[in-house]
């Protein structure tokens, strides 16, 4: 039972990929000469989690269709 679970487990993992648009830390940079000073913001692709759901992404960063 317990091997079952830890399968499970594994598999729920992957279900989540490392967001490409702020390298899973929730947040971008926005460009300097567009606001004249360091600002973050929360990355809009992942809602600031860090990951997406794995049917939204392929393996290569881009958005499935």
Not at 41 to 55: H, R, V, W
Request: charged content about 30%; proline content about 5%.
């Amino acid at each position: 039972i317990e091997e079952i679970k830890r399968m499970l487990n594994q598999t729920a993992k992957q279900d989540k990929v490392t967001c490409p648009e702020c390298k899973g830390n929730g947040f971008t940079s926005l460009p300097y000469h567009l606001v004249k000073e360091e600002i973050w913001a929360n990355c809009e692709e992942c809602s600031a989690q860090g990951y997406i759901p794995g049917n939204k992404w392929d393996t290569h960063g881009r958005r499935s269709t």
